[in-house]
């Protein structure tokens, strides 16, 4: 009986720049046991996501990897939760963790499989729902553009986007990535940012200009919607993928002039502003996956072991859909 | 009699870069009879400022430069005018302007000497006013950075947020400006950009992050500005001084991290989005005025003939105040 053991994944070095698989160490600790007020978690699905690379950067040496994660509990020693309930929150990349009454989420079993509460519904569909409705403000006609479309968080942005009548632009990273926006998800037209001039396809897709741009990325890319903001647009910065491994910031053109010229918002954001309104949010998510307006794609990795590598690949565009850590069967 | 002679500035050649004397030509014309709906204006101060360099980009040339200038009312054939009246609108670069009913501005004795219904009672004192308020939103304690700081825009949104109980940290370009701001304007930092390193600067100067950045310039100072953005800030970009003679975007480190990592609105600006409500602004200009609660310097230029040498003199940052020409006695 190989019992007592909790697998992690801890850092082992901070990487400097694109992280290497070198920078992870696979530990191994007795799982714990719960004290007061705590329960102990069996992780099931563990969700991976581009902002962790950002938290790595200030985490200690030696420490479990961040994360958000769903799972069952084995084990409580907390008011209104007992074994066999599904929980989510910040368990990290292991295979047990302890959660208490601040950092443990009971999981509504009735809004669909226990892996989408660390996806369409969990925090990647509470950041496009906020992030869009709230920042970028959308009104029906309006053209929104939103890059790393075919994600966790671009595909509920562009379906959201689409529902309350606005023309969709998908920036993806492969002509597969693009055909399921297009395709599958009714984004009206696609842009493989690797095969494509961005500002040029834009200039063709958004001949109005961009009156909202969700911005996953950063970079190039944004620099090149900024070139055809129309006027009074928005636009969020939910993410910066193609900057996460920077040091010092790197140089690009200015953007001011087109903010200034076309009297443009750009806002930085994060989910974690809308705590008081998670569950609205989370509520109005699950009536758009039941009735099928949201579809959602979940890019899932068996083996814990994975995980480094899993993460590695999707800061560099790797994964299609949500990229999630199986760790367990249900 | 050397009369019926209108002397104009018009465009020679479209400058490239930072405009030249030679840039522009000393034309004249008759001065125009007024039509029917016309009033015939002679130009008392014409008001010369940053954002024209702009318009020059996009002038025809051989055209009168555009300015905006305040003036008396010669012959009128328009209902509610009449010789003597004092007004402001869109002459240009010359001695003599015909205005029409929608670009004839009766000008409010009232409210002070008719040389500031061009500036801080005019164009330049309404873009401080609802630039800062309705833009920045700034509120009592806020850390409150503006460059241009001695400027006429930026010396009355220094002075609105100290009203509005803000500590306000002054970017302007010499010892001389940089004193006036603090001891006659009553700012509170004062950080000479051409001698101190300004991201340094404003470590000391804003220890809690800057809240609100009146943006005059755009370029490295900005840039060093958005390192020190407090959670939650708000930029206003309502100038580009140092970027006007820049054809293609210049390169600078990229800024959406900042913008990113604290959550903060930067947002592109005209004065013109706010027509409605110029006549309760500057009605709350001139009330600070006469209470001495806002001040202002013009920096004066004898003889229309300077009017080039004035404009390529500001956008190199050498005017101080307010700047204008005198185009003939009162």
Known sequence: MPENVNRQWVLKSRPDGMPTETDFDLAESPIPGPEF??????????????YMRGRISSSPIGGVIESEAVGRVMESKLDGFKPGDIVRGRIGWQEYGLLDVTSAYAVNPDYGPISTSVGV?????????????????????????????????????????????????????????????????????????????????LGKAAPNGVDCYFDNVGGPITEAVMEHLAMYSRTVICGRISEYNEGEPSMGPRILRYLHSTRSRIQGFTVNQYPSQFEDGRAQLARWVKSGEIKYREDIVEGFENSPKAFIGQLGGANFGKLLIKMSDE
């Open 37 to 50: 007020g705590q329960v102990l978690v069996k992780s099931l699905w563990n969700s991976l996501d581009p």
């Open 121 to 201: 519904l969990g925090m990647p569909g509470l950041t496009a729902y906020f992030g869009l409705l709230d920042v970028c403000e959308p009104k029906p006609g309006d053209t929104v553009v939103v890059s790393s479309a075919s994600g966790a968080v671009g595909a509920v942005v562009g379906q959201i986007a689409k529902i309350g009548g606005c023309r969709v632009v998908a920036i993806a990273g492969s002509d597969e990535k693009v055909a399921y926006c297009v395709d599958e998800l009714g984004f009206d037209v696609g842009i493989n940012y690797k095969t494509e001039d961005v500002s040029e396809a």
